[in-house]
């Protein structure tokens, strides 16, 4: 590849407008989080109304968002072999890189709350469980939501890295009949919505069983559990959010051929608004409609706390919104293209990583120990965010994520390959 091609590649795979999406999906969890903790004290529908609560405590759904973003941007590179034939990503470098990503931040993590507030796991019975916690199998039912409870996404994240070059490989072997890029733009449609069902199919099953201990189908329980562990864990594996993801990046990389894009991309940008507004209404309903919509029960077993087509109803309504961004008016890209929004996602990471163990501490250290009404435990809950985990979090980036992102980025020009998305819009 030339300077110039590899020029080019990177402005490509550079989206700025993401890096603030992904400040938000952040900020939104840590948003959750700090109401989670208020509502130990407070009951917050009667301060905060009904549907405020409600929308509120969706904020857990930033998770969502980032699995979309994930799916998104590591897919780009394979969009574009499977569209327009260009170079295959190397397999290794991406393992690679998504290893010098993840890995230091979430050891130190790790070692540091296991040494300060959880040292049972140093103990000879608690190390199988401190095994699954090295191999990234926090979701599964005996370290869920331990020691840190944010650990769990990243063991969902880091399988979907391991799968998604063998994905995009079984792809090819049916996107590739397409003697078009249009028809294996559809094709590749077709794939992720197969994905998408999957992933609400043993969201189903997985949720079915769980909650039905004695049942089995076919085989012994015991068998059956082993197959849930692997296609389900504790809360399933968020394929239907990767698969939204993916399918915005490959309408996303389709439009922005020159061979297409006024075409596909005038079309787009002229229904961005419809597009917008669509993914906010559906992101409220799903908020909001236990609250304000329970005439429609007939929803419970779909749409309700837990339901397997929850996931699907906030990843579709955050896909909406990430496409208008991408193609809307220069107005709503320039919001999430803010720079100290920006500067949040770029050190989202450590932020996610880190802002529940110090709320937590700061809970049981601080607030237990003041009589405080509800609006100063919420001023200063935000402000332990703004003072004390914002800037522990930034010292994290500079001086242990960054370097190893640096040393990512040094293998990746040695070796010439294309970048699977920017590192500064990447978690």
Known sequence: MSALQEKKSNQKTTIPALDGVRGVACLSVVEYHVHYLLSYSFHLPALLGALGTSILMAGWSGVTLFFVLSGFLLFLPYARHLLFERPWPSTRTFYLRRALRILPGYYLALFALIILAHPQYLQWDHLGSLSLFLTFLMDVPSTYQKINGPFWTLAVEWQYYMLLPLLAWGFSLFVKRGTSPSQRFWRIVICLLGMMLWGIGTRYVGGYYTAHPTETFLVPRPFLNAVLLV??????????????????????????????????????RRYSS????????????????????????????????????????????????????????????????????????????????????????????????????????????????????????????????????????????????SSSGSERATK
């Not at 709503?332 to 920006?342: A, D, G, H, Y």
């Open 231 to 268: 296609i389900y864990g504790s809360s399933g594996k968020y394929l239907e959010d990767f698969a939204i993801g993916m399918l915005c990046c490959t309408l996303y990389t389709f439009a922005h051929n020159a061979a297409h894009d006024d075409k596909t991309s005038g079309y787009i």
């Open 274 to 417: 419809w597009l917008w507004g669509a993914g906010i209404l559906l992101l409220f309903f799903m908020a909001g409609w236990a609250t304000y919509l329970t005439q429609l029960k007939f929803l419970s077993p779909f749409v309700g706390a837990n339901s397997f087509l929850t996931e699907l109803g906030f990843a579709a309504g955050y896909g909406l919104c990430v496409t208008a961004i991408l193609f809307g008016p220069p107005g709503l890209k320039l919001i999430f293209e803010w720079q100290p929004l920006r500067w949040v996602g770029s050190i989202s990471y450590s932020l996610y990583l880190w802002h529940l163990p110090i709320l937590l501490f700061f809970k049981d250290n601080v607030i237990a120990l003041l009589p405080l009404v509800f609006l100063s435990r919420y001023a200063l809950y935000w402000a332990c965010v703004a003072l004390v985990i914002i800037p522990c979090s930034y010292l994290l980036y500079r001086f242990i994520e960054r370097p190893w992102m640096q040393l990512a980025h040094t293998t990746r020009q040695k070796k010439g390959t």
